[in-house]
């Protein structure tokens, strides 16, 4: 009886695990359990209110201290003049606040770029107006006194005039297709140099600056486009088409690049006098509170040396005032951590092996070094000249969790944040107030006001529909892991079981990794694997698969040491790792070593590849996704900085995805979009011809018509996924 009984109850409690639902794939490509952000919330000058997009047609202020909605600062439907809109998909405020830019019709370029329709809004009066009526516009910017407004069009700089009727003038006259760009970053500077703007004022208002890029000896690229669906391209209805633009791929020619300065009210154009190779790049200008000194950051084409300039709009002299030399590489994150305030600036520099803060004077003085230690600094936000302190995210304690800290004049360190897991910040003027976002493993974003100590004053955003919408979803249960390779490497990593796990059964294992210079997928945080808070992988426990993340030598988070290892060699260590890691997992008790799978997207597809041909064949089954398969074939910005150029580094070079094809083991399906301006489609087709002539039939060819790298629109998201899924499930089961 007693049996009876435990059997019965044994029953009901399984029958209890398995009573919640299955996800939705369909459900979770369309976003129905996306987290929900809060839209253009920026802090404002008084350093006690700040704004906010709501319902996508007002811009409202809220009280940093009691949340009170303060004012309306924009309504759409309640302007004045001739001019009506019915949306806005973001807004920039003029530096006094008097006037705001609001924006609507983006139109994406590439990653970062994008044209759109401004306007000028003047928020005491009301009055909407068309920012230029001679086509869309990019990357505009204020006058520090918030009277001009600067913007680019076709490759040339216009200049309007608030004070003068919105007078519009045209500075620069030489911007050509694929030949010169004014005020904008050519296609790789924005993609490896994070910028979609190379334009500023100086401090008086007086003169206008910008990076002008000769692209004309950059060779083109093309790919064919067609008609198409999701969207339609009619005009190539009858016959396909095509896209042209400069790519430069490693070690070939680069935008040869100067800074020029428009005298605003002469009218004078000057070349600044700057005294650079004639292959180094200039990743940013930035101005100063000093209207003679505009800073000019360029780097060496080895890009391991960074000089900071002050250029004199006016005279053109440029005098250098700072060099920072860090072996073997300088990261592209460097360009996002520099801050000038009055009389300084400071950046961040892994000189010491770490990333940390460093002040200057402008002329080039190092002041102190603000933070010490083995731990990276993630972001800077910013230097409170008042009270001397510095407040910063930095993942000091784990290399896995990030907090908010502040550093005061004396070096005493407070953690501000209170939530361990991910953080992100962004603080009032006058650091009284700042916004957190947090999220951990198991928790979806949450977006709070906290004041100087940390304390949360309120929740913004708690995206608990998230959470109720999953917890009868049978999601699985994460866990982070450590263990050693046979090289005597620590690696970390996190797992994903299936929410009826049983130890006693042996489970197939799906590995996806990224493995980039400085990338990390293993992070207390919500947004890790893929779709958020990893439910795909959530997707695939539910289909009886462990899931398995693993971070291998060159990733982020654990110094320099660590990071840079791989240079000259990628993909040598990191598919080493991976496959380290899956014979850590078929040593597991409840993993079937012979059914354990790999893959991942751009740096992950080729990550994959190598993986599987590493010589070791551990994984039966793969899928790679916009692989680059021969670093040759890739810019030259990002691939000098790991790789140097292939005169330089024949032998490096020569390892590659193309070169290991015939060593393939398992079966492999590649997934690539036609139209992918990042990672050419050139990458998977040579690929394809070295398993053709190598006879490997164990391999299965997706393309994607007119699709870029991220490969979405219409259905195609959704069928990747499901190619990818079922490729798994009939590879592995």
């Given at each position: 009886m007693k049996k009876w009984i435990y059997t019965l109850l044994l029953l009901l409690a399984t029958q209890t695990i398995v009573a919640g639902e299955n996800l939705n794939l369909r459900d979770i490509v369309n976003g129905k359990y996306q987290t929900r952000g809060v839209r253009g919330m920026n802090p404002l000058n008084d350093g006690e209110q700040y704004a906010m997009i709501v319902d996508g047609k007002r811009i409202v202020s809220y009280s940093f201290k009691t949340g009170e909605e303060l004012n309306v600062l924009f309504d759409a439907d309640n302007t004045k003049g001739k001019t009506r809109i019915d949306y806005i998909s973001g807004y920039i405020m003029s530096p006094d606040e008097k006037n705001i830019l609001v924006y609507n019709n983006v139109q994406s370029i590439y990653r970062r770029s994008f044209t759109a329709n401004y306007y000028i809004y003047n928020v005491r009066n009301r009055t909407l107006v068309p920012l230029s009526d001679g086509g869309p516009q990019e990357c505009p910017i204020f006058s520090p006194d918030g009277n001009q407004i600067a913007f680019v069009r076709d490759g040339n700089i216009f200049l309007v005039k608030l004070l003068f009727n919105n007078s519009e003038s045209q500075v620069t006259k030489d911007?050509?297709?694929?030949?010169?760009?004014?005020?904008?970053?050519?296609?790789?500077?924005?993609?490896?140099?994070?910028?979609?703007?190379?334009?500023?004022?100086?401090?008086?208002?007086?003169?206008?600056?910008?990076?002008?890029?000769?692209?004309?000896?950059?060779?083109?690229?093309?790919?064919?486009?067609?008609?198409?669906?999701?969207?339609?391209?009619?005009?190539?209805?009858?016959?396909?088409?095509?896209?042209?633009?400069?790519?430069?791929?490693?070690?070939?020619?680069?935008?040869?690049?100067?800074?020029?300065?428009?005298?605003?009210?002469?009218?004078?154009?000057?070349?600044m006098k700057l005294e650079i190779g004639s292959e180094d790049y200039i990743p940013r200008i930035l101005a100063t509170s000093d209207p003679t000194k505009v800073a000019i950051f360029t780097l060496n084409r080895h890009q391991d040396r960074m000089d900071v300039y002050m250029a004199n709009p006016r005279s053109s002299e440029c005098k250098m005032v700072l060099r920072d030399e860090v072996a073997p590489y300088i990261t592209e994150d460097m360009y996002n951590s520099i801050h000038f305030f009055d009389g300084?600036?400071?950046?961040?520099?892994?000189?010491?092996?770490?990333?940390?803060?460093?002040?200057?004077?402008?002329?080039?003085?190092?002041?102190?070094?603000?933070?010490?230690?083995?731990?990276?600094?993630?972001?800077?936000?910013?230097?409170?000249?008042?009270?001397?302190?510095?407040?910063?995210?930095?993942?000091?304690?784990?290399?896995?969790?990030?907090?908010?800290?502040?550093?005061?004049?004396?070096?005493?360190?407070?953690?501000?944040?209170?939530?361990?897991?991910?953080?992100?910040?962004?603080?009032?003027?006058?650091?009284?107030?700042?916004?957190?976002?947090?999220?951990?493993?198991?928790?979806?974003?949450?977006?709070?006001?906290?004041?100087?100590?940390?304390?949360?004053?309120?929740?913004?955003?708690?995206?608990?529909?998230?959470?109720?919408?999953?917890?009868?979803?049978?999601?699985?249960?994460?866990?982070?892991?450590?263990?050693?390779?046979?090289?005597?490497?620590?690696?970390?990593?996190?797992?994903?079981?299936?929410?009826?796990?049983?130890?006693?059964?042996?489970?197939?294992?799906?590995?996806?990794?990224?493995?980039?210079?400085?990338?990390?997928?293993?992070?207390?945080?919500?947004?890790?694997?893929?779709?958020?808070?990893?439910?795909?992988?959530?997707?695939?426990?539910?289909?009886?698969?462990?899931?398995?993340?693993?971070?291998?030598?060159?990733?982020?988070?654990?110094?320099?040491?660590?990071?840079?290892?791989?240079?000259?060699?990628?993909?040598?260590?990191?598919?080493?790792?991976?496959?380290?890691?899956?014979?850590?997992?078929?040593?597991?008790?409840?993993?079937?070593?012979?059914?354990?799978?790999?893959?991942?997207?751009?740096?992950?597809?080729?990550?994959?590849?190598?993986?599987?041909?590493?010589?070791?064949p551990v994984f039966c089954a793969g899928v790679a996704v916009a692989p680059p398969t021969c670093w040759r074939f890739y810019d030259t910005v990002y691939t000098e900085r790991f790789m140097r150029t292939p005169k330089e580094n024949h032998e490096g070079y020569e390892v590659s995805a193309i070169s290991r094809a015939k060593n393939l083991s398992g079966e492999l399906l590649l997934c690539h979009g036609m139209a992918d301006d990042n990672v050419h489609f050139r990458n998977t087709a040579e690929y394809v011809e070295a398993l053709v002539q190598a006879e490997k039939t164990n391999f299965k060819q997706l393309c994607f018509t007119n699709r870029n790298h991220s490969i979405y629109g219409g259905n195609t998201r959704y069928f990747l996924y499901m190619n990818l899924i079922n490729w798994f499930n009939e590879k592995m089961k």
């Open positions: 911007g050509e297709y694929n030949k010169i760009i004014n005020g904008k970053p050519d296609w790789v500077y924005e993609e490896e140099f994070v910028t979609s703007q190379s334009l500023c004022f100086n401090a008086d208002n007086s003169m206008l600056m910008w990076i002008r890029y000769d692209e004309s000896e950059v060779p083109l690229y093309s790919f064919p486009m067609f008609k198409g669906m999701a969207p339609e391209y009619k005009e190539y209805a009858e016959y396909p088409g095509e896209y042209t633009y400069k790519y430069p791929v490693a070690g070939a020619k680069n935008s040869k690049v100067s800074v020029h300065s428009f005298d605003i009210k002469s009218h004078v154009i000057r070349q300084g600036f400071v950046f961040c520099s892994e000189r010491d092996g770490w990333n940390h803060i460093y002040q200057y004077d402008l002329n080039g003085t190092l002041k102190k070094q603000v933070t010490k230690g083995q731990f990276e600094v993630l972001d800077f936000y910013g230097y409170d000249p008042a009270t001397g302190s510095y407040y910063y995210a930095s993942n000091e304690g784990s290399p896995l969790r990030s907090a908010i800290y502040k550093t005061d004049a004396k070096g005493k360190v407070t953690k501000l944040s209170q939530h361990t897991g991910t953080n992100s910040a962004s603080f009032s003027s006058s650091f009284k107030y700042f916004i957190n976002t947090y999220s951990d493993i198991h928790t979806p974003n949450v977006t709070q006001v906290c004041d100087q100590t940390g304390k949360t004053l309120r929740v913004l955003q708690d995206n608990k529909q998230v959470s109720e919408a999953l917890k009868d979803k049978n999601l699985g249960t994460a866990e982070f892991f450590t263990f050693t390779t046979g090289e005597g490497v620590t690696l970390n990593g996190w797992m994903l079981k299936p929410y009826n796990f049983d130890a006693s059964k042996k489970y197939p294992v799906i590995m996806f990794q990224y493995g980039g210079p400085g990338s990390q997928e293993v992070k207390d945080e919500w947004n890790m694997g893929n779709c958020g808070g990893a439910l795909l992988e959530h997707y695939l426990t539910q289909q009886g698969y462990i899931c398995v993340v693993v971070d291998g030598r060159g990733t982020g988070g654990r110094g320099a040491a660590f990071e840079k290892q791989t240079y000259l060699h990628l993909g040598v260590m990191e598919a080493a790792d991976q496959v380290e890691a899956a014979i850590y997992l078929g040593k597991q008790s409840y993993v079937d070593s012979s059914r354990i799978g790999i893959w991942g997207w751009s740096f992950g597809g080729f990550n994959t590849l190598m993986s599987m041909s590493e010589g070791r």
